[in-house]
């Protein structure tokens, strides 16, 4: 490292590199010596040394860095070499909590300064910001240096650590960092707005993909959710100050009203009892909804992310009604809308009330329908559906007049997401509470349906492994819903066996389904698949647990007999022969002659019929029982 220095003073790029390249080799070794090689490592002088030297070291590397462009060919190895520094703390802190105690006071100081004063200006870049904010939240939020509510319970090293930790986050320290956090960090920039006109899904989409924006609002939860007595009146204060209408002409100020609704947003369950969200709603956030000014669009957005960011915290029903006027409207702006999508739909919680929201579900189900089409990133297309879905499964049987656009669109949006199997997903939850909104009508729907659930179940096909859960979903409801077994719904059990064979954690569903298609039309499904199915749940028998075991025979003994013919019979005996042959090898469990009379016994003159066939089958199997 002092070579490094030595050379960047010297102006050799070449002997720069060099040295940079030994200093992140020698720096990796020491980081995996420092946090695995050490039990007690704050018992260590060396260790502890180097770890003291890496806050200096840190501050020379930063200081070279005004001196190295962007352009030059060394900066790419001297950002690593800092980041590496702070991954040295980072690891150390996450595995020696307690060793790292002597280290709290300097690295809050050193992270706070960079980052929160004019220190860091000219000399942070963004993934060292974000790894001081990480030592600071990783501190904060810390488990280990949180005291238990009697202080006498805490070990010594907890409540020194504690100590530490209140002793720097003062009034004014606190303050200051959640002001900068609000006011600098959570700002939007020139080059997001300017992504923003450019392609608003494509911004939609991306936004959360830079380093910073997640990890400051990570951070400023943590220390709103630890400080919230101290914070409270800050955040408070700043709201007050954005009172009444932004001049849309001042667009610092938009976006300062912008950061400080984020703020209020992830902090909405700390502020419970300070805010009168329902006043606040009705006298502020309503009228900047209506301000139709192209400046606007950025609050306009954040203002309906902070509704929903608050409805399942602290609104009055009776609001909802005004709230969905103001969404039909906003509907109609595609901008915006894939914004409020991605945030904020308030018919997907506790509080939803039916008859509220059935004046507006013709407006704002077609509205959606629309934004379907338009919209072409496949994440904005799945957050769509997931808001039809939620819309079609609160009103149930009521969304019937206005499904038939979406119904002849699905397909076609199914042969166009061949590729994407997440939006396929989406696609099978939609259909699901679509089949259980049109009950007995959805039978309309076999011609799309029935391939789907081919598809999506066929284990052969490589997207099972993405459709499979949500395809048998569809299939289940599919029948609980159908009016009759037809021909085509019951040439897809062909996949049941290989799903069967799976013995995975979709075993449940398979059995309901199988159940479905006994009560629906036992005869004519037992006589072309008894056999086989049977035969697949012999095969079954050795692997399942005793609760697996108890489903087959419920299958098989309490509904498949019921139409006794003959093939089933024989099924159902040999199947019994599987049974005993299981159980046979199985030490301490309850003999197999338990299970089939608990299961078996209303339908056992049946099986008397066949009596010589049941002895030929059983007898050796209860020789060995006995």
Same mark, same amino acid.
């Given at each position: 490292?002092?070579?490094?220095?030595?050379?960047?003073?010297?102006?050799?790029?070449?002997?720069?590199?060099?040295?940079?390249?030994?200093?992140?080799?020698?720096?990796?070794?020491?980081?995996?010596?420092?946090?695995?090689?050490?039990?007690?490592?704050?018992?260590?002088?060396?260790?502890?040394?180097?770890?003291?030297?890496?806050?200096?070291?840190?501050?020379?590397?930063?200081?070279?860095?005004?001196?190295?462009?962007?352009?030059?060919?060394?900066?790419? #190895? =001297?950002?690593?070499?800092?980041? !590496?520094? +702070?991954?040295?703390? $980072?690891?150390?802190?996450?595995?020696? /909590?307690?060793? *790292?105690?002597?280290?709290?006071?300097?690295?809050?100081?050193?992270?706070?300064?960079?980052?929160?004063?004019?220190?860091?200006?000219?000399?942070?870049?963004?993934?060292?910001?974000?790894?001081?904010?990480?030592?600071?939240?990783?501190?904060?939020?810390?488990?280990?240096?949180?005291?238990?509510?009697?202080?006498?319970?805490?070990?010594?090293?907890?409540?020194?650590?504690?100590?530490?930790?209140?002793?720097?986050?003062?009034?004014?320290?606190?303050?200051?960092?959640?002001? #900068? =956090?609000?006011?600098?960090?959570? !700002?939007? +920039?020139?080059?997001? $707005?300017?992504?923003?006109?450019?392609? /608003?899904?494509? *911004?939609?989409?991306?936004?959360?993909?830079?380093?910073?924006?997640?990890?400051?609002?990570?951070?400023?939860?943590?220390?709103?959710?630890?400080?919230?007595?101290?914070?409270?009146?800050?955040?408070?204060?700043?709201?007050?100050?954005?009172?009444?209408?932004?001049?849309?002409?001042?667009?610092?100020?938009?976006?300062?009203?912008?950061?400080?609704?984020?703020?209020?947003?992830?902090?909405?369950?700390?502020?419970?009892?300070?805010?009168?969200?329902?006043?606040?709603?009705?006298?502020?956030?309503?009228?900047?909804?209506?301000?139709?000014?192209?400046?606007?669009?950025?609050?306009?957005?954040?203002?309906?992310?902070?509704?929903?960011?608050?409805?399942?915290?602290?609104?009055?029903?009776?609001?909802?009604?005004?709230?969905?006027?103001?969404?039909?409207?906003?509907?109609?702006?595609?901008?915006?809308?894939?914004?409020?999508?991605?945030?904020?739909?308030?018919?997907?919680?506790?509080?939803?009330?039916?008859?509220?929201?059935?004046?507006?579900?013709?407006?704002?189900?077609?509205?959606?329908?629309?934004?379907?089409?338009?919209?072409?990133?496949?994440?904005?297309?799945?957050?769509?559906?997931?808001?039809?879905?939620?819309?079609?499964?609160?009103?149930?049987?009521?969304?019937?007049?206005?499904?038939?656009?979406?119904?002849?669109?699905?397909?076609?949006?199914?042969?166009?997401?061949?590729?994407?199997?997440?939006?396929?997903?989406?696609?099978?939850?939609?259909?699901?509470?679509?089949?259980?909104?049109?009950?007995?009508?959805?039978?309309?729907?076999?011609?799309?349906?029935?391939?789907?659930?081919?598809?999506?179940?066929?284990?052969?096909?490589?997207?099972?492994?993405?459709?499979?859960?949500?395809?048998?979903?569809?299939?289940?409801?599919?029948?609980?819903?159908?009016?009759?077994?037809?021909?085509?719904?019951?040439?897809?059990?062909?996949?049941?066996?290989?799903?069967?064979?799976?013995?995975?954690?979709?075993?449940?569903?398979?059995?309901?389904?199988?159940?479905?298609?006994?009560?629906?039309?036992?005869?004519?499904?037992?006589?072309?698949?008894?056999?086989?199915?049977?035969?697949?749940?012999?095969?079954?028998?050795?692997?399942?647990?005793?609760?697996?075991?108890?489903?087959?025979?419920?299958?098989?003994?309490?509904?498949?007999?019921?139409?006794?013919?003959?093939?089933?019979?024989?099924?159902?005996?040999?199947?019994?022969?599987?049974?005993?042959?299981?159980?046979?090898?199985?030490?301490?469990?309850?003999?197999?002659?338990?299970?089939?009379?608990?299961?078996?016994?209303?339908?056992?003159?049946?099986?008397?019929?066949?009596?010589?066939?049941?002895?030929?089958?059983?007898?050796?199997?209860?020789?060995?029982?006995?």
């Amino acid at each position: 490292t002092d070579t490094f220095l030595q050379h960047v003073s010297s102006g050799s790029e070449a002997a720069v590199l060099s040295s940079l390249e030994r200093t992140l080799l020698s720096l990796k070794v020491l980081r995996k010596l420092t946090v695995n090689g050490f039990v007690e490592p704050h018992k260590n002088m060396e260790v502890m040394g180097f770890l003291h030297g890496i806050f200096d070291r840190l501050k020379q590397f930063l200081e070279c860095s005004r001196n190295i462009g962007t352009d030059n060919v060394c900066r790419d #190895r =001297l950002e690593k070499t800092i980041i !590496l520094f +702070t991954k040295v703390l $980072l690891d150390f802190l996450d595995q020696h /909590p307690f060793s *790292f105690t002597p280290l709290i006071q300097r690295s809050l100081e050193f992270s706070v300064s960079y980052v929160f004063t004019e220190v860091g200006e000219g000399v942070t870049f963004e993934r060292f910001i974000v790894q001081c904010m990480n030592l600071i939240k990783m501190i904060v939020k810390n488990y280990a240096y949180k005291p238990s509510k009697n202080f006498e319970d805490s070990s010594p090293e907890t409540l020194e650590a504690h100590k530490i930790k209140m002793a720097f986050f003062t009034y004014p320290t606190l303050t200051e960092i959640c002001r #900068r =956090l609000v006011s600098h960090y959570f !700002l939007l +920039t020139e080059e997001e $707005l300017t992504m923003w006109e450019e392609d /608003p899904e494509g *911004f939609s989409k991306n936004q959360f993909f830079s380093f910073h924006l997640p990890c400051t609002e990570v951070l400023f939860i943590d220390i709103f959710h630890e400080y919230n007595q101290t914070l409270t009146p800050v955040l408070l204060e700043m709201m007050q100050t954005l009172q009444g209408p932004t001049n849309v002409e001042d667009m610092n100020a938009l976006l300062i009203k912008d950061a400080v609704y984020n703020a209020v947003g992830l902090a909405a369950y700390e502020l419970f009892d300070s805010v009168d969200f329902d006043q606040w709603f009705k006298n502020q956030l309503l009228p900047e909804l209506q301000v139709i000014h192209n400046r606007y669009k950025p609050l306009r957005r954040r203002v309906i992310w902070l509704i929903g960011q608050w409805i399942s915290v602290k609104f009055k029903s009776d609001l909802r009604p005004m709230l969905y006027e103001a969404i039909c409207n906003l509907l109609q702006d595609q901008d915006l809308v894939v914004f409020f999508l991605n945030y904020s739909l308030p018919v997907d919680d506790f509080e939803f009330r039916t008859d509220q929201f059935l004046p507006y579900l013709e407006t704002m189900f077609t509205l959606l329908f629309q934004l379907l089409q338009q919209v072409t990133e496949c994440d904005t297309k799945m957050h769509v559906l997931h808001v039809l879905s939620c819309v079609i499964e609160r009103v149930n049987i009521q969304i019937r007049p206005y499904v038939g656009c979406l119904v002849q669109y699905l397909p076609l949006l199914w042969k166009q997401s061949e590729e994407h199997n997440m939006l396929r997903c989406a696609i099978l939850t939609t259909l699901i509470h679509l089949v259980q909104g049109l009950g007995a009508d959805s039978k309309n729907l076999y011609p799309f349906l029935l391939p789907v659930i081919q598809l999506s179940t066929d284990v052969s096909q490589p997207p099972h492994v993405y459709l499979l859960e949500d395809g048998l979903e569809l299939w289940l409801v599919t029948l609980e819903n159908s009016p009759c077994v037809t021909p085509e719904l019951l040439r897809i059990f062909q996949n049941m066996s290989p799903l069967l064979e799976l013995s995975s954690e979709n075993l449940r569903t398979c059995f309901k389904i199988i159940n479905g298609y006994i009560f629906l039309s036992s005869t004519e499904f037992l006589q072309t698949y008894a056999v086989g199915l049977c035969q697949s749940f012999c095969e079954l028998l050795k692997e399942i647990t005793t609760e697996g075991q108890v489903q087959v025979l419920k299958s098989t003994s309490r509904n498949g007999l019921r139409t006794y013919p003959n093939n089933t019979i024989l099924a159902q005996l040999h199947l019994q022969r599987c049974c005993f042959q299981s159980y046979s090898w199985v030490p301490g469990i309850r003999t197999p002659a338990y299970l089939f009379g608990r299961h078996s016994s209303t339908h056992n003159k049946h099986l008397l019929l066949k009596s010589e066939k049941m002895a030929f089958v059983c007898g050796d199997e209860m020789k060995v029982i006995q």
